[in-house]
Antibody
Framework: QVQLVESGGGVVQPGRSLGLSCAAS????????MHWVRQAPGKGLEWVAV????????YTADSVKGRFTISRDNSKNTLYLQMTSLRAEDTAVYYC???????????????WGQGTLVTVSS | SYVLTQPPSVSVAPGQTARITCGGN??????VHWYQQKPGQAPVLVVY???DRPSGIPERFSGSNSGNTATLTISKVEAGDEADYYC?????????????FGTGTKVTVL
């Protein structure tokens, strides 16, 4: 079955950088776009970024544009999120998720990983 | 940017029907997806592309979308349906396309 395992979360000071990884298994990774979605403590879901199956297309939420970079290594079945200039408001659980269909703009995302907590605090 | 509005809460008795709305400008022209999130767990897709169900999702979950409102309907509500529910659409109307989530609705089973 599909499995997505995030790693790399932790406590980081404001203004610093942090990288997240998501190891994927149970499906043909190169076939599907992949997403990052975050959820601040006690708050709703916020979509962060998506990368197409071959990495040629990337879209990022305005709230993180210019600071966060999504990438993937299809040879390693791994998705990444590089976060720079972190702010307190970036504190959240970060989920990676597989596109449900082979078209980025349709189908939603399914399934999701268990998430990794990023805390930005001095 | 595109805004999706959901009621903060919906209460329903077991066995009854819960309807959760998601409002957005001309949302009927977009594909709407719905997620269920229970406390401490990752979200689960329950309806995609307005009215399709992923495998393993009960037929009690259904969706519709028209005009400025999309609706998730949960029939014969069970205690296990108590959760937060979020709608989602792909917004391609701006220079920066991407997914947008609704504000979320907490469903309480009385």
């Amino acid at each position: 079955q599909v499995q997505l395992v995030e790693s790399g979360g932790g406590v980081v000071q404001p203004g610093r950088s942090l990288g997240l990884s998501c190891a994927a298994s149970g499906f043909t990774f190169i076939t599907y776009a992949m997403h990052w979605v975050r959820q601040a403590p006690g708050k709703g879901l916020e979509w962060v970024a998506v990368i197409s199956n071959d990495g040629s297309n990337k879209y990022t939420a305005d709230s993180v544009k210019g600071r966060f970079t999504i990438s993937r290594d299809n040879s390693k079945n791994t998705l990444y999120l590089q976060m720079t200039s972190l702010r307190a408001e970036d504190t959240a659980v970060y989920y990676c998720a597989k596109a449900n269909l082979k078209v980025i703009s349709r189908g939603g995302v399914d399934p999701w990983g268990q998430g990794t907590l990023v805390t930005v605090s001095s | 940017s595109y805004v999706l509005t959901q009621p903060p809460s919906v209460s329903v008795a077991p066995g009854q029907t819960a309807r959760i709305t998601c409002g957005g400008n001309n949302i009927g022209s977009k594909s709407v997806h719905w997620y269920q999130q229970k406390p401490g767990q990752a979200p689960v897709l329950v309806v995609y592309d307005d009215s399709d169900r992923p495998s393993g999702i009960p037929e009690r979950f259904s969706g519709s979308n028209s005009g400025n409102t999309a609706t998730l309907t949960i029939s014969k509500v069970e205690a296990g349906d108590e959760a937060d529910y979020y709608c989602q659409v792909w917004d391609s109307s701006s220079d920066h396309p991407g997914y947008v989530f609704g504000t979320g609705t907490k469903v309480t089973v009385l």
